[in-house]
């Protein structure tokens, strides 16, 4: 008698508890949102200056740059995003049928500040609304105007290849729970930062979504935040990481003055560096087309989140003698002719190994991937004709000499690189 | 907030520390030249671009800036598969493709010699038969119709198919049969190749492989006779244009 008592009593406790979760996670995705109120019709088309406004915060957002398959129409969605979780495929953005002809401006809106499609279904976290909940309402209003102008592209929207439970309208709803929160959120500044500073976190942390690669995320997919984090992050499906911007031991974006960043972000080129990878995607699609003073802003803020000093060197283990002669001497014959014997670089066509935020962060991947594959700085307006460099495919202890002799020259004192770590990351 | 201030008390010291000025090594120079800017492509297309038939890689010297132009343009955007290629191509604007382009269309540079080449006499007249007058049989044209008597290509666009590496030459009419590479439509040689048995592909790359350069080598200005099916690529770069 008192067994089955004890039973129901916990079988109710467990449902109340169910039912508590449930109200919850509810409870947490919907907080901070409106009811969806309808536009009031507006008497006058959408002005060039709005479009023009809108066209400019899309380039800072990087729309095209996911909204845009590879040699497809501009907007018009199909490009595969790689998760740990599946790939999503990017929607279609113009006002066909297809895209977003018949969504509204609230809808938009809604989509932007809280990640919920048209229908009111929760949209994959890949689209980082998490971000884009800071955009104001005049942004969104620009955004949407821009959009609206659009040429229509016919191309429906392909399914998300997600595996399950990642699938599920349940999983993003517990995700959401988890790790979004709606609104303005922390910009660890303090409330009397300057003007400058406030538009660098607001364009860093909404539209430019910088710490949707620049910091790494849990074993959920949930972001992590630029001033908190420390160490790259590995993009998923990809065999570069994005450096930390605030770690010191990192690109010590606080080591260098803000205009030599300011130039890396609009031409793709600095003297100590230059875009690679993913990152001259989002110099040649987003970055380049950004005002001067918003560059000098997003730098200023990231520069301010940073900690002024390098944490102390570490005890490294010592160099192997052999490996670093070997070292100088594969540098002497590959590489001294362009990046120069000092590792001084020429302005405007080499970047300077010497004091080279790649050449020395802690995980030497990105290193190895520029030594391999070589590359084009991304043409952009100020650098449209770009030196390149051919990919060197060395074998891996001669690889990992290479690296090991850079990241000890001209004042560097990085680990040094094992044949393994060069197999492990190729 | 304290974190901030120290912050931009840093940031202010480091700006003004001269130091690193000082020591700094003489400045290094590299040319100004297309030859220069363009080295990732010389390590894999030979020097000046002109890659021998013995390998894979296909020269690039002395082709229609047309067709090279297009091929960048399909690499970029993902009508031919090469990682490497699209690797480099990735960021670059249809521009500086076309100055690229124009570049190595611009090289006037011998040919080496035919290198030996076994091949048994009957696959190579079968070769030679199909290049120069196709098989009416199986509606092929001849690639004499479209690529010039000499087969050293048509301006705009059509290349020649002389001094290329055979398993180039297979690859290539392999990958448009699986649709791997892709021209602006109507895709002429996806058609042409998916017509093409197996055996014919070995033939025809065989014979081509096996022909020398002749000393004009350069593309004619019009093709021999009326196109004999249509061809997107032929009138030249119109291209997907993008930015």
Known sequence: ?426 | MTRFLIALAAAGALHANPARAADAPPPHTAPDTLAQRLQPCMACHGAQGKASREGYLPRIAGKPAGYLYQQLLHFRDGRRQNATMTRLLAQQTDAYLQEMAGYFAALDLPHAAVPAQPAPADLLARGQALATQGDAARKLPACSACHGTALTGVLPATPGLLGLPRDYLIAQLGAWQTQQRRALAPDCMAQIAQALPPADVGAVAAWLAAQPVPAQQHATISAPVAAPLPCGTAAGPGGAATR
Not at chain 1, 231 to 255: C, F, H, K, V
Not at chain 1, 280 to 286: G, I, L, Q, W, Y
Not at chain 1, 350 to 373: F, H, K, R, S
Not at chain 1, 378 to 401: E, I, Q, V
């Open chain 1, 1 to 426: 008698m008192s067994g089955i008592t004890t039973r129901w009593r916990a079988a109710l406790a467990v449902l109340l508890l169910l039912a508590v979760l449930l109200a919850l996670v509810t409870w947490l995705n919907l907080r901070g949102e409106e009811p969806l109120q309808p536009d009031p019709p507006t008497a006058a088309a959408p002005d060039a200056t709005l479009i023009a406004r809108g066209a400019y915060l899309a380039r800072a957002g990087n729309c095209a740059g996911c909204h845009t398959a590879r040699g497809g129409a501009a907007y018009a969605g199909g490009r595969g995003i790689d998760t740990p979780f599946g790939t999503v495929y990017a929607g279609n953005l113009t006002p066909d049928a297809s895209g977003l002809g018949g969504w509204t401006a609230a809808q938009f809106r809604r989509a932007l500040w809280h990640g919920r499609s048209a229908d009111g279904r929760l949209l994959a976290p890949a689209f980082p609304y998490t971000h884009f909940t800071r955009v104001t309402r005049a942004d969104a209003d620009a955004l949407w105007a821009f959009l609206r102008s659009l040429s229509p592209v016919a191309q429906a929207n392909r399914p998300h290849a997600l595996r399950w439970p990642y699938d599920s309208q349940a999983a993003l709803a517990v995700w959401r729970a988890l790790y979004f929160r709606p609104g303005a959120g922390d910009d660890g500044l303090p409330a009397n930062a300057t003007d400058q500073l406030k538009r660098g976190a607001y364009l860093v942390n909404g539209l430019g979504h910088c710490s949707a690669c620049h910091a790494p995320r849990s074993l959920l997919g949930g972001s992590g935040s630029l001033g908190d984090s420390a160490g790259s992050a590995t993009l998923p499906g990809q065999r570069w990481q994005a450096p930390s911007l605030t770690d010191p031991a990192e690109i010590g974006i606080g080591r260098r003055p803000t205009a030599d960043w300011v130039r890396l972000l609009k031409t793709g080129l600095a003297d100590h560096a230059a875009v690679m990878g993913p990152m001259a995607e989002v110099v040649a699609d987003s970055t380049q087309h950004l005002a001067e003073a918003d560059l000098q802003a997003m730098v200023a803020y990231l520069q301010a989140l940073a900690p002024a000093s390098a944490p102390a060197p570490t005890r490294l283990p010592s160099r192997d003698a052999v490996v670093m002669d070997r070292g100088r001497q594969l540098y002497a014959d590959h590489c001294a002719s362009c990046h120069g014997p000092q590792g001084q670089g020429v302005r405007g066509a080499y970047p300077a190994l010497a004091g080279n935020p790649t050449v020395t962060l802690p995980e030497p991947g990105n290193l190895l991937q520029a030594i391999t594959g070589g590359g084009f700085a991304p043409a952009t307006a100020g650098n449209p004709r770009p030196y390149g460099m051919p990919p060197f495919d060395l074998p891996h202890d001669d690889l990992a000499a290479l690296a090991t002799w850079l990241r000890a020259s001209w004042g560097h004192d990085a680990a040094p690189v094992s044949p393994v770590q060069v197999v492990l990351t190729r």
